[in-house]
């Protein structure tokens, strides 16, 4: 031995070694000099025979104790920890059976349930089938326990021999106590609380993707090809269609479009381009009283019978929506789209009203002063919007114009937020003299508003009396 070598020796080292002992030395200093050679192992160690460390540090620098794994299940354990794997949430969602249960999608079409009927995780992989953890199970389990206490996440982590459980806590206890939507928000992940029809999925996508239709077209309009003949409106019907498959077979990215397209961005536009349609509407009456039927091909121009269709039309999509959106938040049970369908009524009245007023501001014969030649109606239904809209008979099947599908909003909403502008139509429309069923059924929408602000007085007076004896 030499000098150098006898100056690192202990005492320990200097005690006499055994054959055995001397023998394990040689095989030790021979592995410093060949690391590529394999070095020879003591099969009484569990852990210098295993291909894995006992100890694990995963990606978010958690520390866990894998010594209790044979070595199949301490790789499973360390591709799942580590980042050294191509896992990827899809979606997750939750369901109540006898208790929560929570199902997340992964790709390659795999699914993690916890909790509900299973005491442990279960993964449609197949590795799990021997009722040990399959590196799904480990990878959902480092992200349950990234959003644990630190006074837990900074110890060594202990894992259950079948790498079921963290510290003894069941995956799907974890869940409920850190809430599912907070976990999804951390690591970005989609919910989707109910696994909808296809056919649901695609009339959705369609609702949500018209936004975008080039030729302006609303969400009902825009599954008509009829409706919208353009080269540019089938090249967006055929992107619609190639994106409704991969979304259908792939909820995570449906999921994606609902949050990037939510209920409120959809209802912004569907009232954007309501109120330019009537905004051209009232526009093209202009330009045609100004321009007759002769108008330049380009610009859009209606005569009063077109106009008063189209306002209808406007009235009936308006009416429409509202509804629709209802019945869906009725469905859904969820505070969220109540809150949606306020905004929606809120938005709708607003349409209505400007409408209502436009309309209220033309009681003439437009075609008085025409300087375009041609023989005009005579007929005030056909010269006059307001005539044609609010002064036919009131056995018209089309009901009181704009006026019935106001009332069928939410009154409290209406007034609330509309109040000094109804009242100000109020006496537009009383100058114009319409009929009194009309004018009626206006009043009475705005002396409900009258009624409660009496009754509210009316208690609050009562209050202080009995608070002054």
Same mark, same amino acid.
């Given at each position: 031995?030499?000098?150098? !070598?006898?100056?690192?020796?202990?005492?320990?080292?200097?005690?006499?070694?055994?054959?055995?002992?001397?023998?394990?030395?040689?095989?030790?200093?021979?592995?410093?000099?060949?690391?590529?050679?394999?070095?020879?192992?003591?099969?009484?160690?569990?852990?210098?025979?295993?291909?894995?460390?006992?100890?694990?540090?995963?990606?978010?620098?958690?520390?866990?104790?894998?010594?209790?794994?044979?070595?199949?299940?301490?790789?499973?354990?360390?591709?799942?920890?580590?980042?050294?794997?191509?896992?990827?949430?899809?979606?997750?969602?939750?369901?109540?059976?006898?208790?929560?249960?929570?199902?997340?999608?992964?790709?390659?079409?795999?699914? #993690?349930?916890?909790?509900?009927?299973?005491?442990?995780?279960?993964?449609?992989?197949? !590795?799990?089938?021997?009722?040990?953890?399959?590196?799904?199970?480990?990878?959902?389990?480092?992200?349950?326990?990234?959003?644990?206490?630190?006074?837990?996440?900074?110890?060594?982590?202990? *894992?259950?021999?079948?790498?079921?459980?963290?510290?003894?806590?069941?995956?799907?206890?974890?869940?409920?106590?850190?809430?599912?939507?907070?976990?999804?928000?951390?690591?970005?992940?989609? #919910?989707?609380?109910?696994?909808?029809?296809?056919?649901?999925?695609?009339?959705?996508?369609?609702?949500? $993707?018209?936004?975008?239709?080039?030729?302006?077209?609303?969400?009902?309009?825009?599954?008509?090809?009829?409706?919208?003949?353009?080269?540019?409106?089938?090249?967006?019907?055929?992107?619609?269609? $190639?994106?409704?498959?991969?979304?259908?077979?792939?909820?995570?990215?449906?999921?994606?479009?609902?949050?990037?397209?939510?209920?409120?961005?959809?209802?912004?536009?569907?009232?954007?381009?309501?109120?330019?349609?009537?905004?051209?509407?009232?526009?093209?009456?202009?330009?045609?009283?100004?321009?007759?039927?002769? !108008?330049?091909?380009?610009?859009?121009?209606?005569?009063?019978?077109?106009?008063?269709?189209?306002?209808?039309? *406007?009235?009936?999509?308006?009416?429409?929506?509202?509804?629709?959106?209802?019945?869906?938040?009725?469905?859904?049970?969820?505070?969220?789209?109540?809150?949606?369908?306020?905004?929606?009524?809120?938005?709708?009245?607003?349409? $209505?009203?400007?409408?209502?007023?436009g309309v209220a501001s033309r009681n003439r014969d437009a075609y008085a002063n025409i300087t375009w030649g041609g023989l005009p109606p005579v007929e005030p239904a056909m010269n006059n919007l307001f005539a044609n809209l609010i002064g036919a008979p009131t056995?018209?099947?089309?009901?009181?114009? #704009?006026?019935?599908?106001?009332?069928?909003?939410?009154?409290?909403?209406?007034?609330?937020?509309?109040?000094?502008?109804?009242?100000? $139509?109020?006496?537009? *429309?009383?100058?114009?003299?319409?009929?009194?069923?009309?004018?009626?059924?206006?009043?009475?929408?705005?002396?409900?508003?009258?009624?409660? !602000?009496?009754?509210?007085?009316?208690?609050?007076?009562?209050?202080?009396?009995?608070?002054?004896?």
């Open positions: 031995m030499s000098a150098k !070598a006898l100056s690192k020796l202990s005492l320990g080292d200097t005690m006499v070694m055994t054959r055995a002992q001397a023998s394990a030395a040689r095989a030790r200093t021979s592995s410093l000099h060949t690391p590529q050679q394999s070095p020879r192992q003591s099969p009484s160690s569990s852990e210098a025979s295993s291909p894995t460390s006992s100890l694990i540090e995963s990606t978010y620098g958690l520390k866990y104790n894998v010594s209790a794994f044979d070595d199949d299940v301490r790789k499973r354990a360390k591709i799942g920890l580590m980042d050294d794997n191509e896992i990827k949430m899809k979606y997750c969602r939750r369901s109540t059976d006898d208790r929560m249960k929570y199902t997340f999608y992964i790709d390659d079409d795999i699914t #993690v349930a916890m909790g509900g009927s299973y005491t442990v995780p279960k993964c449609s992989c197949g !590795a799990n089938e021997g009722g040990k953890a399959c590196k799904h199970i480990f990878w959902m389990l480092n992200q349950l326990t990234e959003m644990a206490p630190e006074h837990i996440k900074s110890r060594t982590l202990e *894992l259950a021999v079948d790498g079921s459980r963290v510290q003894d806590f069941e995956p799907s206890i974890m869940i409920d106590r850190i809430k599912l939507d907070e976990l999804a928000d951390n690591f970005d992940w989609p #919910v989707h609380n109910q696994s909808p029809e296809a056919r649901d999925v695609q009339d959705d996508i369609a609702d949500m $993707l018209s936004v975008f239709e080039p030729s302006g077209a609303l969400p009902a309009e825009a599954k008509d090809a009829s409706l919208c003949p353009s080269e540019r409106s089938q090249k967006f019907r055929e992107f619609r269609d $190639l994106f409704t498959r991969y979304a259908t077979e792939n909820l995570g990215m449906y999921i994606r479009l609902r949050e990037l397209l939510d209920p409120e961005f959809q209802t912004q536009v569907f009232f954007e381009k309501i109120d330019d349609r009537t905004t051209r509407a009232f526009r093209g009456l202009e330009e045609y009283i100004a321009h007759g039927p002769t !108008a330049d091909a380009h610009t859009e121009c209606y005569d009063i019978v077109t106009c008063a269709e189209k306002l209808k039309a *406007l009235v009936k999509a308006i009416g429409d929506y509202y509804h629709q959106k209802a019945e869906e938040a009725e469905e859904a049970e969820d505070d969220e789209d109540d809150e949606d369908t306020e905004d929606i009524a809120i938005r709708a009245a607003a349409a $209505l009203i400007n409408i209502l007023d056995g018209d099947d089309d009901g009181l114009f #704009v006026l019935d599908t106001l009332k069928a909003l939410p009154h409290e909403d209406v007034l609330r937020n509309h109040w000094a502008v109804l009242l100000d $139509l109020n006496e537009k *429309l009383a100058q114009q003299w319409p009929p009194p069923v009309y004018m009626d059924a206006f009043c009475a929408i705005t002396q409900e508003r009258r009624k409660r !602000a009496a009754s509210e007085t009316s208690e609050t007076a009562g209050h202080a009396k009995r608070t002054m004896q």
